[in-house]
């Protein structure tokens, strides 16, 4: 049986069904996977900026995180159910999951006969126009439907773990008007919980008489007693629902925490809106922030990655209270916000919620120490930083290139100003922590974190300091940035200063770092003077950083490309075949299967063989929802490192500095942008069966920048705005791609017009040709309609189109993974 993700509109189809994972179109245009009951490994992470959420793989909530408190406050929640007159428990015979961006469904039949529909979403409506976010409020969702020729009535229980630690004494009352049990930590009131219903209940209890749950005959009344015992107390709401005969019923519950007292909560919950107004309210906010930078290409499993990548962006947004806006990298473990991982994450923000990226950096340029140095991380509640100690450490020219790509993506003038000062003092600390070799050197000689300059800094027993090659690639890319940024803001004495500074640290690391074993550069020469010669996935950075010449580049983008680097999940951080190589001590730094090194070797690899990045974006992304329930991953979502051997997931099931460096790699790597100039230049690297490929909808400097490009037969590129390109780019007045609809989930469409003149572009991202409708809304009068057809490489004869026609649809056949381009002039009457 196959277990790769598939698709309904042709995969599925063709292998007769048979894929675990199914991909489906959601009603918003975007993707769902579905899966079977006993596929599943871990349910969705979802959240909001105040709230997160994990799901367990039977669709129980397993916990919810309260950002302002740091700390969970509410843990499992989980709906019991019995037939109320005979007393027999109510099994769910096996069922499907259907994940979603922004919720989570649960559709299976009861023994009874009765079909249940479960829907788990956060309350995530964006933030307001003045800045405040939604409260930390979840929704559970059950609905009955009774398909039988009986009346059935249906005892429900809902069970919810108030508390979070054995010994934590809990004040739990009932609030009758608000139908909720209501519980605060006694030594730490202002924590604060709360679960209730639309409906209210028959009775309730707090105990930890947790074997009710899982009994067999129904559990009987409550006792109505709420002083919560020692040992995980747990509150029961016990729920009679009658369903006649092809009706339909359902129960609401709100669940909510804070870290403001059980007053604040009480008025969050008060205020809260309806279930269905709130989905709709989260599916709105959803549609308009995936719709946000949208990569078009003929693999629709870059296309999904990248879309799945925003949704995973948008669920770890977080706004703590204290602090404002940041994320962590560890959801519903940690508050703490980390330097090199919030730069590399607002690499891929830039292009989706910019808004965010700014406030993101900012926090940093707030908290640089007085040298210059940025810090390694902030606690986002209480403010508190780290820096282990060290002289110089790879956040510092992170933070600057951040800065800077920030900058070339926005162009707001504001937020160079107010953090140029902070990028300008970094780049002369780092300037000033150069060795007599003109190296970039680390002076600590301690061991685990106080002695790692390099993102894999949490090996314990282990140093990697004194010159890295790591930092100092990223130090030379940074001396650059401060150059760049310099010109921008007409300091030419400034921006000189910072090109020499780069070209003779370039030379430094050319000179002293290259192994000439080998040709390639050293992991670092050691604190005590040794050149440490291990090969790893490293390399990547100074490919990233454009710090060796072309002919060394391609030599180290080769032998990254060996075998003993690569899997079917993604590339291992060292050989297989390494001295030192562990499928997985040490989190997997020492021959895991880190995706986000996948993704930046997706990025460096692009411009040399396309082909290799579009196998590296498909399978880093693909092998998500490749037998998840044997994995330990969640369809859709980046979890964090593999088994180097088995691939099965060993970390975090939701890991938020992976998803924006694949939305990174996919539109600077595959894509081919550049933002280095005064305009965006396009090279889309494609790979030998791409013929076409475009982005929708991206912010860029103040506007939304849509293009797309295609062999028709030699390459042409159209656009909303001027683009620079080696090759024609025809600019057009206005992207109307939202009035260029086609049918059937495996075509895409976009398109322009300008005054008389329309250009539309139809795409398939199946492997088969497939018939499709292309329909233009909001035309009238007559035009005269060239059309390219990529199987063909040649335009077809002109024809003569009507706008009637064109509204009502025209029927197309597309090649496999090719494209039709139509030219529209409207005829002048």
């Known amino acids: 049986m196959s277990t790769s993700p598939s698709t309904v509109s042709y995969r599925a189809n063709v292998l007769g069904g048979l894929d675990h994972t199914t991909k489906l179109r959601w009603d918003h245009g975007f993707d769902a996977y579905r899966l079977a009951d006993e596929e599943m490994a871990a349910g969705s992470t979802l959240g909001n900026p105040a709230l997160q959420m994990v799901i367990k793989a039977t669709g129980a909530i397993e916990k919810i995180f309260c950002v302002d408190a740091g700390s969970v406050l509410l843990k499992t929640f989980v709906l019991k159910h019995w037939d109320d007159i005979s007393g027999m428990k ?38 307001g126009a003045d800045g405040p976010v939604d409260p930390p409020l979840a929704y559970y969702v059950i609905a009955f439907t009774n398909d039988t020729a009986e009346k059935q009535r249906i005892a429900t229980y809902a069970f919810a773990q108030l508390a979070t630690e054995f010994k934590e004494a809990l004040a739990v009352e009932y609030d009758g008007e608000l139908q909720a049990l209501v519980a605060h930590a006694k ?130 947004l977080l706004h703590p209270s204290p602090s404002g806006w940041g994320f962590t990298n560890s959801p519903t473990q940690s508050n703490k916000c980390v330097g090199r991982d919030s730069a590399w994450f607002c690499a891929g923000t830039d292009y989706f919620r910019p808004d965010f990226s700014r406030a993101c950096l900012l926090q940093f340029a707030q908290r640089q120490k007085e040298n210059g140095l940025i810090v390694e991380d902030y606690d986002m509640l209480d403010g508190k930083t780290e820096d282990f100690g060290l002289n110089i450490n790879d956040d510092t020219p992170l933070f600057m290139w951040g800065v800077w790509h920030h900058y070339a993506v926005t162009h707001d003038r504001s937020f160079l100003d107010e953090a140029f000062d902070a990028v300008l003092k970094a780049g002369r600390h780092i300037a000033s922590q150069r060795n007599e070799q003109g190296l970039v050197w680390c002076t600590s000689e301690e061991l685990g974190s106080p002695g790692i300059v390099s993102w894999r800094n949490v090996i314990k027993n282990y140093r990697l300091s004194g010159a890295v090659t790591e930092p100092n690639s990223e130090c030379y890319g940074a001396f650059r940035c401060v150059a760049a940024l310099a010109r921008a803001r007409g300091d030419e004495d400034t921006a000189d200063e910072f090109d020499r500074l780069a070209e003779q640290l370039r030379d430094a690391i050319e000179k002293h770092l290259t192994n000439p074993g080998n040709g390639l550069y050293y992991l670092n020469i050691d604190v005590d003077g040794t050149p440490q010669s291990d090969i790893t996935a490293d ?11 072309p002919e060394k580049a391609a030599s180290i983008v080769r032998r990254l490309m060996d075998r003993d680097f690569w899997t079917p999940g993604g ?19 020492f021959g895991g299967v880190w995706n986000g090194m996948t993704f930046w070797f997706a990025k460096a690899v692009a411009a040399y063989d396309p082909d290799f990045m579009d196998e590296a974006l498909t399978n880093g992304y693909e092998n998500y929802a490749r037998d998840p329930q044997r994995n330990n991953t969640v369809p859709g979502q980046f979890s964090e490192w593999l088994h180097g051997e088995t691939l099965v997931n060993e970390g975090m099931l939701l890991s938020p500095w992976f998803p924006p460096r694949y939305l990174w790699a996919a539109i600077e790597g595959a894509l081919g942008m550049d933002i280095s100039g005064e305009r965006a230049s396009i090279s889309p690297n494609m790979p030998s069966y791409w013929t076409w490929c475009g982005l929708r909808n991206a912010p860029f400097r103040g506007k939304g920048l849509t293009w797309f490009v295609t062999r028709a037969p030699e390459l042409r590129a159209y656009a909303n705005r001027e683009l620079d390109a080696d090759f024609p780019c025809e600019v057009l007045d206005e992207d109307i791609s939202e009035r260029v609809q086609c049918s059937g989930g495996d075509a895409i469409s976009l398109g ?78």
């Open 90 to 127: 109510l099994d769910p015979a096996s069922g499907h999951f259907f994940m979603y961006p922004e919720h989570q469904e649960h559709r299976y039949m009861l023994t009874n006969g009765v079909y249940v529909r479960e829907d788990v979403f956060v309350l995530s409506r964006g933030p």
């Open 187 to 316: 030594e730490k009131p202002d924590l604060a919980r709360l679960v209730g219903c639309s409906q209210a209940p028959e009775d309730y209890e707090v105990s930890i008489d947790h074997a009710k749950a899982v009994t067999a005959q129904h559990p009987g009344r409550l006792s109505g007693n709420t002083a919560a015992p020692t040992g995980y107390a747990t509150g029961v709401l016990h729920y009679t629902t009658e369903v006649a005969p092809g009706d339909r019923a359902q129960l609401v519950f709100r669940l909510g925490v804070s870290a403001h007292g059980t007053g604040e909560l009480k008025k969050d919950y008060r205020a809260a809106p309806p279930a269905k107004a709130a989905l709709d309210a989260t599916q709105d906010h959803y549609r308009e922030a995936l719709g946000r930078s949208i990569v078009f290409t003929p693999n629709d499993a870059i296309n999904r990655g990248c879309m799945w990548a925003k949704a995973n962006i948008e669920r770890v």
């Open 539 to 549: 390399l990547v950075f100074p490919v990233l950083f454009d710090v060796p010449p």
């Open 571 to 589: 590339m291992r951080a060292i050989p297989h075949d390494a001295v030192n190589y562990s499928a997985k001590e040490d989190s997997g730094c």
């Open 752 to 829: 322009f017009s300008s005054a008389d003149r329309l250009v539309a572009l139809v795409g398939n991202t199946n492997d088969r040709s497939i018939t499709t409708a292309l329909r233009i809304e909001d035309l009238d009068g007559t035009y005269v309609c060239k059309r390219f057809d990529s199987l063909e490489k040649a335009w077809l004869p002109e024809q003569t189109l009507e706008a009637k026609q064109l509204g009502r649809g025209i029927t197309l056949l597309v090649a496999p993974r090719g494209f039709i381009l139509f030219e529209l002039t409207r005829r002048s009457t």
